[in-house]
């Protein structure tokens, strides 16, 4: 929530922990430059080691369906 900008919404999400801890988001942003702004917001967390955007299609309304696949740092997962 904290990392989501105003005008993207996610519907749908799975957590692989066999996959190095994937995270697949499908989601809906009002339009491109929404989407772009969420991928860099996403990519500048260290938290996050990467981030692909799939399955990219416009709606009828002009917004953005999606689907995001991003791995968290390995590290945010040990123990210490």
Excluded: C, W
């Excluded at 942003?29 to 772009?36: D, I, K, M, T």
């Excluded at 689907?67 to 123990?79: A, G, K, P, S």
């Amino acid at each position: 929530e904290d990392n989501t900008l105003e005008g993207v919404y996610y519907t749908d999400f799975s957590y692989d922990f066999t996959n190095g801890g994937a995270i697949a988001l499908s989601g809906r942003a009002n339009g491109f430059s929404a989407l772009h702004q969420q991928l860099e917001q996403l990519r500048a967390q260290p938290s996050v080691s990467s981030v692909l955007l799939k399955d990219v299609q416009v709606a009828g309304d002009g917004d953005v369906n999606f689907v995001m696949d991003f791995v968290l740092n390995e590290n945010l997962f040990r123990y210490r």
